[in-house]
């Protein structure tokens, strides 16, 4: 058998007429008398590792007579026959979306890419160890969409079958994150207030939209972007810690409250609206000395300007 480093090779022989030629396990045929018998060669389960078994052929480099495997043939002299084997090939596997951060309520498209493109099969798109759906793979693309996604981030996976000529394979965790949006007018913790059901997380994207405003009334609100295009109003002394950015293309009402921006990337501060951006505290502690702040527009802080760490810059 070959070659050497199969599994499964041993090969058992059997004739179906035994009384006219009988076979023994090294496949010597021995006649015994006049008629016809059919000498069977079984490989079993053979296998080798990385390959797909594709036949037989008569020439151990692949050049020789090809036979099918599981085909009868009839021959009156000695035949040698080697093993066929396709290597199957490694897949990659990458993953995409069409909108990150997304809305709560949005609908996202995840897009997974498998490489060989002539991989065939089904991708599995998964939240963590929960199973969202499945795509068919067409020129080795794949997508998904779902608008059931809940507020916070997401590890999403996709996840390759593999097929008869590509090994499965599974892409990196893509960080998808949902936001939550203003349903109505309302304080900010009251879970009616915003389209999800629930007060914002800590983390979450923030959306007050346009015509809405909302009454920060809780102690503190930690956000990652806070995107203003209606009003927020601070009631009083409260506290709004920021990972991401600060945009203002509606009303923000700074009352007595605090601004606190943290976190190791890049923040950008901007109003669309004529005039400063009003803070009444306003602290910058980045994770590092070379964290930007990047203020697009005015800025105007009422009582106390603390920096701390990270640059705070004016373009």
């Not at 099918?68 to 009839?74: L, P």
């Not at 304080?187 to 939209?209: E, K, L, Q, R």
Request: net charge negative.
């Amino acid at each position: 058998m070959s070659p050497a480093n199969a599994s499964n090779s041993l090969v058992t022989w059997t004739s179906n007429a035994p009384g006219v030629a009988d076979v023994d396990q090294t496949g010597l045929v021995t006649p015994v008398s006049e008629g016809t018998a059919t000498i069977t060669a079984n490989s079993g389960n053979m296998a080798l590792t990385g390959c797909n078994f594709g036949g037989w052929t008569t020439a151990a480099d692949g050049s020789g007579t090809s036979y099918e495997a599981g085909a009868t043939y009839s021959t009156d002299a000695a035949l040698a026959l080697f093993a066929k084997w396709t290597a199957i090939s490694s897949s990659v596997t990458t993953l995409a979306s069409d909108l990150n951060p997304a809305n709560f309520g949005s609908s996202v498209t995840f897009t997974a890419t498998v490489v060989p493109a002539t991989a065939t099969g089904t991708v599995t798109f998964k939240d963590g160890g929960t199973t969202l759906g499945t795509g068919t793979l067409s020129g080795g693309v794949a997508t998904f969409s779902t608008s059931g996604l809940g507020v916070g981030s997401h590890g999403i996976t996709a996840e390759y079958s593999g097929d008869g000529g590509c090994h499965s394979s599974v892409s990196v965790a893509f960080a998808q994150t949902v936001g939550s949006t203003a349903a109505k007018d309302g304080d900010w913790n009251d879970p009616t207030t915003w389209s999800c059901g629930a007060v914002p997380m800590a983390g979450t994207n923030v959306t007050i939209g346009v015509g809405l405003t909302v009454v920060l009334n809780c102690a503190t609100a930690t956000l990652g972007n806070l995107t203003i295009l209606g009003t927020l109003t601070v009631s009083g002394t409260q506290t709004i810690t920021l990972v991401g950015n600060f945009i203002v293309n509606g009303t923000f009402n700074c009352g007595t409250g605090h601004v606190v921006l943290v976190g190791g990337s890049d923040t950008i501060m901007s109003a669309s609206a004529p005039g400063a951006l009003d803070f009444y505290y306003l602290t910058v502690n980045k994770d590092t000395t070379t964290t930007r702040v990047t203020a697009t527009s005015k800025l105007r802080v009422l009582k106390k300007l603390t920096l701390t760490r990270g640059k705070l810059l004016s373009v």
